[in-house]
């Protein structure tokens, strides 16, 4: 039975509470909305947002000296299915003063943190950047890279209309300056 908008639904294995791994059978995510945004200078939130999460979450440990870093203690989790569905992101692209939606493709993802299980923000890392590149593709299929190109060479054409008017009208008034000094000469 689908969820109401905006709902998550978890299944959890109650037998694995206690231990480490904990084991969640499901989670589904119905309807989300992302806002994905495009300021003045060009710069995507999303890509902002994935930069930070590659900052602030560090990737699975690279060598054993990493690892003894991080306690014993530390909850692990695996998630056997992730289900995001029905979601739709609004764009707001301040450029070209528009608001813009679209949908966001089913995200279905499984075995979360492999055998062993991961820390929740290691999960939360990798579900992020499905999540953020999925957003991503789907603001592109808007043609909003095309638009803000489109917008940019309007703006070129206009500037370079003013610079050859301001241009055009210098020329006029240095050619009646000229025409004048000329008079002057002959004495007219």
């Given at each position: 039975m689908p969820l109401p908008w905006g709902q998550i639904q978890t299944k959890i294995d109650i037998k694995t509470i206690t231990q480490s791994p904990v084991v969640i059978d499901e989670i589904v995510v119905a309807?989300?909305?992302m806002f994905f945004e495009i300021n003045n200078e060009a710069k995507a939130n999303f890509n902002v947002?994935?930069?930070n999460i590659?900052?602030?979450i560090p990737a699975k440990p690279a060598s054993k000296q990493t690892?003894?870093?991080t306690p014993e203690t530390e909850i692990k989790i695996i998630i056997r299915r992730l289900l995001i569905q029905d979601g739709k992101v609004e764009a707001t692209v301040i450029p070209l003063d528009k608001q813009?939606?679209?949908r966001l493709s089913r995200i279905e993802l499984h075995n979360l943190g492999g055998k062993g299980g991961s820390t929740p923000a290691e999960i939360a890392r990798q579900v992020l950047a499905v999540v953020v590149d999925r957003t991503r593709a789907a603001v592109s299929e808007?043609?909003?890279e095309?638009?803000?190109k489109d917008a940019a060479d309007q703006r070129i054409a206009e500037e370079k209309a003013k610079l050859k008017s301001r241009a055009d009208e210098q020329v006029e008034v240095e050619k009646q300056k000229a025409e004048d000094k000329l008079k002057k000469l002959l004495g007219q």
């Open positions: 309807a989300p909305q947002l994935k930069d590659n900052r602030a690892e003894t870093k813009l939606s679209t808007l043609g909003i095309q638009q803000l």
